[in-house]
C-alpha cells in the first residue's frame, strides 16, 4: 500500500519547527511589534535589526507612542536601519490607527491595507503572522524559492513570473497556519535555498524541485539586467567649532528629509574642488574658504557609486547653514557619519575637538 507524499507546506511546517531561528519578533503575538519588524526586516538584515528592533519596542511600545515621535526621536529610533522612508511611513500608520481605530491595529485585512505604508508583502505578513489570517507574503527570499522549486524561466520580477510565484505561494499555503507557512518560507529561502549556494541536500522540498532536478540552482531566479553603475566624484565641506560642526538639514519632501548633511553642491552632483565654495554661496548664501582633503569615504545610493571627499573648511559667514551638536540625537546622514569616524576617530563625537 503506497501513502501520499506529504503535501509542500507540511514538510516545509516540519523542517521549520525543527529548524526555527529563535528572533525576538517570533516570541510576540502583538500585531504592532510585529508590524515594526516586518518594515525594518524590508531590505534590512536580520542581524542588523535585531538590536534596532528590540530597542524601538521598549521605546515605542505602542502606536500611540510612535505617532507623537517627532522628526528627530524617528530619525535616531532608525539610525542604521537607512531607508529612513520606512520610518515615516510607519509614523503616518501609527497616526492612523490612533485617529481611526483607537490606537489598536485593526485585524481585518482590507482595514490594514488602506493603511500608511502597509503594502501587499507587509500585509500579507501581519495580517497572517499576527491574525492568522490565509494571507501569502510574498519576498525576494520566497520569489527564489519559488521559481526555483517551480522551475519558473522568466525573469521573476515581470508580471507574469509574480502571477505565477503567487498562485503557486496560495496553493502551497498552509490554511492552519499561514502566519507559520509565510515566515518557514522565508527561513527557508534565507537559511537554505541561498542566492549563491542553495544547500538542496538538506532541504525539505527538494524531492519536486525542477531546478535541482534539472541543475538549474545556478541560473533560476533569472533576474532582468542590472542598471550599470555610475560613478559620482561628490564634495562636501567639514568646519567644527567645539564639539558642533557646520550642516544643513533636508528639507521636507527630499529622500532623507529631517536629516543633517555636511554642506556641499548636492550628494549626486559630480564637482571638482573649486566649485565647491561657489555651490555653497549659491546653495546657501554662505562665504566659505575651502581647504585641504580631510577625509574620503564611498557611499551608495541606488545605482550610483559615490566617492565623497571632505575638504576642511573656514567660515566666513555661514548664511543659511547651522551649527549641529556632533552627539545624539542630531540625526547626521550616514555619509556624514563615516566623514567623522575618519576625521575624528573610531566613535566619530570628536573627542579630540572637544579636549
Ligand atoms: S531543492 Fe535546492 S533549489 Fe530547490 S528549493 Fe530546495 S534548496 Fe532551493
Known amino acids: 500500500m503506497s501513502t501520499a507524499p506529504a503535501s509542500f507546506g507540511h514538510r516545509l511546517l516540519r523542517w521549520f519547527d525543527a529548524n526555527r531561528r529563535d528572533l525576538p519578533w517570533r516570541r510576540t503575538r502583538d500585531p504592532w511589534a510585529i508590524w515594526v519588524s516586518e518594515v525594518m526586516l524590508q531590505q ?8 534596532s528592533y528590540e530597542r524601538f519596542v521598549r521605546r515605542f511600545a505602542a502606536p ?25 511611513l510607519l509614523r503616518d500608520g501609527a497616526r492612523r490607527v490612533v485617529a481611526e481605530h483607537s490606537g489598536r491595529v485593526p485585524s481585518d485585512p482590507a482595514a490594514l491595507a488602506e493603511l500608511p505604508g502597509i503594502g501587499p508583502y507587509t500585509l500579507g505578513a501581519l ?33 507574469p513570473a509574480r502571477e505565477r510565484v503567487r498562485a503557486s505561494v496560495a496553493g502551497w499555503l498552509d490554511r492552519d497556519r ?12 534565507a537559511m537554505v535555498c541561498t542566492p549563491a549556494s542553495p544547500g538542496c541536500d538538506r532541504c525539505p522540498v527538494a524531492g519536486d524541485c525542477v531546478a535541482h532536478a534539472a541543475g538549474l540552482t ?23 567649532r567645539g564639539a558642533e ?52 569615504v564611498r557611499h551608495a545610493i541606488t545605482h550610483h557609486r559615490i ?10 559667514e555661514r548664511g543659511r547653514l547651522q551649527w549641529f551638536p556632533l552627539d545624539e540625537p542630531t540625526p547626521w546622514s550616514t555619509p556624514a557619519r563615516k566623514v567623522f569616524r575618519q576625521i575624528l576617530g573610531a566613535d566619530g563625537t570628536g573627542g579630540a575637538m572637544r579636549a
Open 44 to 51: 534590512t538584515r536580520v542581524e542588523a535589526v535585531r538590536d
Open 64 to 88: 500611540a507612542d510612535f505617532a507623537a515621535a517627532s522628526d528627530d526621536e524617528l530619525l535616531a529610533a532608525w539610525r542604521g536601519l537607512g531607508y529612513y522612508r520606512r520610518a515615516r
Open 127 to 159: 495580517a497572517s503572522i499576527a491574525f492568522g489570517h490565509a494571507v501569502v507574503a510574498l519576498d525576494g527570499n520566497v520569489e527564489r524559492v519559488t521559481a526555483r522549486h517551480r522551475g519558473i524561466r522568466t525573469a521573476v520580477r515581470s508580471s
Open 178 to 189: 499561514p502566519g507559520d507557512f509565510n515566515q518557514a518560507l522565508m527561513e527557508l529561502g
Open 218 to 240: 545556478g541560473e533560476l531566479p533569472v533576474k532582468a539586467p542590472r542598471r550599470a553603475a555610475v560613478d559620482v566624484q561628490a564634495r562636501v565641506a567639514f568646519a567644527a
Open 245 to 296: 560642526v557646520l550642516g544643513v538639514r533636508v528639507p521636507a519632501g527630499e529622500p532623507n528629509a529631517g536629516q543633517i548633511e555636511l554642506p556641499g553642491a548636492g550628494v549626486l552632483v559630480d564637482t571638482g574642488e573649486p566649485e565647491l565654495a561657489a555651490a555653497l554661496r549659491r546653495r546657501f548664501a554662505a562665504r566659505v574658504e575651502i581647504g585641504a582633503e580631510l577625509a574620503r
Open 307 to 316: 566617492v565623497l571627499h571632505a575638504h576642511a573648511a573656514t567660515v566666513r
